[in-house]
């Protein structure tokens, strides 16, 4: 992305999907998302766009990241209002630090409209590993430098709570924090990076961590804000 590789516009998204196709070697994209929201441009412009591309066979569904539960409403109103494909899923920013986004409005309309959600940076960044404990830990990878932000009362309650849920369950606070999203009813799936074979041991213990419901009220009650 750059500042003239922006934007829903019925020119942009045109161009921009043929260049993926391209780039991509595909007939297809099952699932295209806005990954920003857009209002220098109607709405109805940017839907009728994505319609015109699932008649062509270029895309089959559509998704939204980054938009407040005002938009995301409008734009399913919209979808209804003029027979349009609508946003099919949703990819906020959520996580067990970074709740007050997603929480509330957004992920009520969520569930009532049956939306997936798919939130990114389901381990803050790194943090909820529980591999950066002090600014000693910060020179750990390249991301250490944001970790700043996370060290402070609340991110070490956090940091505690997981460490005690994960004792229990003998596995690592990384997949405690991505089985609480996994838990949560309108998360359909978490996203999350790894740089190692190593860390996606997390990822496949999360998947098969249940955890209690006093072990999620406790986790809650930590990354409350």
Known sequence: MAPDKK???????????????KRLGIDTIDLYQSHRDDDSVPMLETLETYGELIREGKVRA????????????????????HDLPRYECLQPRFN????????????????KENIGVLPYYGLASGFLTGKYRSPADFGKSQRG????????????RILAALDEVAAAHRVNPAAVALAWLIA??????PIASATSVEQ????SAAAELRLAP???GRL??????
């Not at 934007?7 to 196709?21: D, F, H, N, Q, T």
């Open 145 to 156: 430098s944001r970790m700043a932000d996370f060290l402070n009362p609340k991110g070490k």
């Open 7 to 21: 934007g829903l516009s019925r020119r942009y998204i045109k161009a921009e999907v043929e260049e993926s196709l």
């Open 62 to 81: 559509i998704g939204a990241s980054n938009f407040t539960a005002v938009r995301l409403k409008e734009s399913l109103e919209t979808a209804e209002a």
């Open 96 to 111: 067990l630090y970074d709740r007050d986004d997603f929480e509330g409005e957004l992920e009520q309309l969520c569930l």
């Open 220 to 225: 809650d009650a930590a990354g409350a804000s």
């Open 200 to 203: 996606l041991k997390d990822f």
């Open 214 to 216: 006093g072990e999620i």
């Open 184 to 189: 949560r009813p309108s998360i359909t799936a």
